[in-house]
């Protein structure tokens, strides 16, 4: 068997385990790439967003909401306190890349 003949096997066996994989249904990845800056979710998106909201996002969020001279409600879920912490970053310039 030549080395093309031993290249062609390797690659027949690879397409036949890549079949195999989709015939599964188990897949990884896009079809296609992500456009640039999405890698992201939405916090609305999140599995966990409803969920309370954790000591670091609270201890932030008082610290931005302070600097910021705001109040927020206490009993935020993780996703509320995302776009908050979001939107108080870009008012303060705390948090961005610029500030650093």
Same mark, same amino acid.
């Given at each position: 068997m030549t =080395?093309? &003949?031993n290249s062609q096997n390797s690659d027949a066996d690879t +397409? @036949? %385990?890549a079949s195999q994989d989709s015939a +599964?249904? &188990?897949m990884l990845g896009a079809s296609?790439?992500?456009? $640039?800056? #999405? !890698? %992201?979710?939405d916090p609305s998106d999140w599995v966990t967003g409803d969920e309370p909201m954790t000591? !670091?996002? *609270?201890?932030?969020?008082? #610290? $931005?909401? *302070? +600097?910021?001279?705001? /109040?927020i409600p206490a009993d935020l879920n993780k996703a509320e306190a +995302?776009? =908050?912490?979001? *939107? $108080?970053?870009? /008012? @303060?310039? *705390?948090? @961005? /890349?610029? #500030?650093s």
């Open positions: =080395h093309d &003949e +397409s @036949t %385990e +599964s249904g &188990e296609s790439p992500e456009p $640039l800056g #999405s !890698a %992201e979710k000591g !670091a996002q *609270r201890s932030y969020l008082d #610290s $931005l909401a *302070r +600097s910021a001279g705001e /109040e +995302s776009e =908050h912490i979001d *939107r $108080l970053q870009q /008012e @303060t310039g *705390r948090g @961005t /890349e610029a #500030s």
